[in-house]
């Protein structure tokens, strides 16, 4: 969450260490309450982050090859 605001962070503004805290609280969350037994299941965000960080890396370095043509 963003401190100054109380919104969520999108998970294009969000670090690879913000994304396994929510993704481990989420599992700590789920393994100590006891929840209804076909629960939704838990959709880890951290790949997904780590993911939209590689596609944007590898977009910069595409474009700073381009651009050196």
Known sequence: MDKTTNKPKSLDEMTIKEALLKDVSELQFRS?????????????????VIGKKIIKGTKKAFDAIKNTK
């Open 32 to 48: 100590t309450v006891i929840m209804d037994p076909a629960p939704t299941p838990m959709i880890p965000i951290t790949p997904i």
